[in-house]
């Protein structure tokens, strides 16, 4: 479709424009910097050769949490900057963040009680808490987290992190950047980058025509993840890159296993850790494993032996047996580590690493490690280094900002479920929540001016419409019914084989008519009249 290529040349060429920052890497750093620095007054650019998020940052355990282990590591200054930015987080997203509590079981032969305990006393007062409730003990033989375990698990701690829609964190930083000006593109894939007279010259393809253009930018962002030394070898000629260690880490998905809110930190008899969690309503999410990866990031999927090392570990504590015949979908990523030689994948550390190199005439900034809980801060350390080669412009503004839809206060959710079906009678309460919970306020630009479930459109199953499809077509990026299903709603988990068929159908067709009709707005992501036809 020339009109994309016509489209970048217009913006660069012609008016000569060059930008502050050209990002690479639409996962969750990427996006957290560019909303970040957009919002202080930067320009910025960001390209994504895949979708938002398809990588990493859509295959987490989806906790924003402390993280407790690292405790075990020495990693005190991670584990404090996670916990004090649970409850930052939360009050910027309460509709797609939420708290949940966490049961430890206690198990005999493994980490002693009196050394748990100590790492919960700490994991209540290092990090600043004062939303999420404390640290208590459980008698399993009375609480009903106690039933679907095993007799020979008696006592348990039960402390707080909190729950995020992972894939819909990275999106929600995209649009509040591309609303604040940032440019958004994504399957664009950077094919070089070079650097003339002190500014990078930023080479593009445009992955679904097969244009290509340049852009240029006075620094550069490699947000790569699991790329981010193939950007350093590829695009930026060297060969020389041996930063990161990839790590994998699978999921399984079963049918519900147990009725309550709150999830299972176990441990296992290899010093590893792994959760089970509500998920979906219908069923248990497990996970997660921590084993070196060998072959290709964007090759990534879960084995045989992960399978059966999730189903032995969770069938330890349940008393319903975990076979691999229940399982309803996995999914893997690759967390990119920066590489300190540990000597097992799970003591590798998961705190970030930002390095710049300004051999080549103009700055670049390296970003290795890093984790959901702690992309904001990585962000703002990204903008220290930013500011100390561009110059400062505006401050440090994300820890009071909210992420679009995330305008209301954290204990109003079910205020805000109650408002929506007051306002569209027609709602089911099954899909209000859902809605509130994705999109919170914005939930009302997908619904309009419904007055009946049928002015939603067609229906493709569940409880997902046309009109949801056309949102995340024209505000959202999403292009095909992979980006929908398993990235943006995980509706993937309810529809048959030919529903999703027909959801995918539709998203390419929508998203050609997107580009085709608003060619600036694809770019920029939608305009404010998304889901109209």
């Known amino acids: 479709m020339p009109h994309r290529e016509v489209l970048l040349n217009a913006s660069l060429n012609d008016a000569g424009e060059i930008r502050d920052l050209f990002i690479i890497g639409g996962g969750i750093n990427g996006c957290g910097i560019a909303r970040d620095a957009v919002g202080r007054g930067y320009t910025v650019a960001l390209a994504e050769m895949n979708d938002l998020a398809s990588g990493t940052s859509s295959a987490s355990t989806k906790l924003i949490h402390g993280g407790l282990r690292y405790l075990e590591h020495y990693e005190f200054r991670l584990v404090r900057e996670a916990l004090m930015e649970r409850e930052v987080l939360w009050k910027s997203a309460p509709h797609i963040i939420r708290p949940m509590r966490f049961v430890l079981p206690i198990h005999k032969g493994l980490r002693p009680s009196w050394l748990i305990r100590l790492g919960l006393f700490l994991y209540d007062h290092i990090g600043g808490r004062k939303l999420l409730p404390p640290t208590r003990t459980l008698d399993m033989r009375s609480d009903p987290m106690g039933e679907p375990l095993k007799a020979n698990y008696r006592r348990a701690f039960e402390y707080s992190d909190c729950w995020v829609e992972d894939a819909r964190l990275v999106v929600l930083n995209a649009r509040d950047a591309a609303d ?166 799970q003591e590798a550390t998961r705190d970030y690493v930002l390095k710049v190199e300004e051999g080549a005439g103009a700055p670049v900034l390296h970003i290795f490690g890093g984790k959901i809980t702690t992309f904001r801060k990585l962000a703002e350390s990204a903008l220290e280094e930013i500011e100390s080669r561009l110059g400062a412009k505006g401050k440090a503004w994300t820890e009071t900002g909210n992420l679009p839809g995330g305008d209301f206060a954290t204990d109003a959710y079910d205020s805000e479920v109650s408002s929506l079906k007051g ?63 398993w990235r943006r709603t995980k509706r993937g988990l309810k529809l048959s084989k030919d529903q999703a068929t027909r959801v995918d159908a539709f998203m390419r067709e929508e998203a050609a008519r997107v580009r085709k009709r608003h060619p600036v707005a694809d770019r920029l992501g939608g305009e404010a009249g998304a889901g109209t036809s």
């Open 423 to 485: 306002d569209y009678p027609f709602l089911e309460d099954v899909l209000a929540r859902r809605l509130v919970r994705l999109y919170g306020t914005q939930a009302r630009a997908i619904l309009s001016d419904a007055t009946e479930i049928g002015h939603l459109g067609e229906h493709f199953g569940a409880d997902l419409y046309e009109a949801e499809l056309r949102h995340l077509a024209c505000r959202e990026w999403a292009m095909t019914g992979e980006d929908v299903l």
């Open 180 to 345: 604040r000006g940032a440019q958004i593109f994504t399957r664009t894939k950077v094919t070089h980058v070079r650097s003339e007279g002190g500014i990078w010259v930023v080479e593009l393809e445009d992955l679904m025509t097969g244009e290509r253009s340049e852009m240029r930018s006075r620094m550069l962002i490699n947000a790569a993840g699991p790329w981010v030394d193939d950007v350093i070898a590829g695009a930026l000629g060297r060969n020389d890159a041996q930063n990161v260690r990839l790590v994998r880490g699978s999921h399984i998905v079963v049918p519900k296993i147990y009725d309550d809110e709150r999830a299972y930190f176990f441990q296992n008899a290899d010093g590893r850790i792994f959760f089970a969690i509500p998920y979906e309503n219908d069923y248990t999410l497990i996970g997660t494993t921590d084993k070196d990866h060998d072959g290709q990031p964007g090759k990534v999927e879960i084995d045989q032996e992960e399978i059966e090392y999730l189903c032995n570990a969770a069938s330890e504590y349940f008393k319903q047996p975990v076979r691999p015949e229940d399982i309803v979908w996995t999914y893997s990523g690759v967390r990119s580590l920066f590489d300190d030689g540990a000597s097992k994948a």
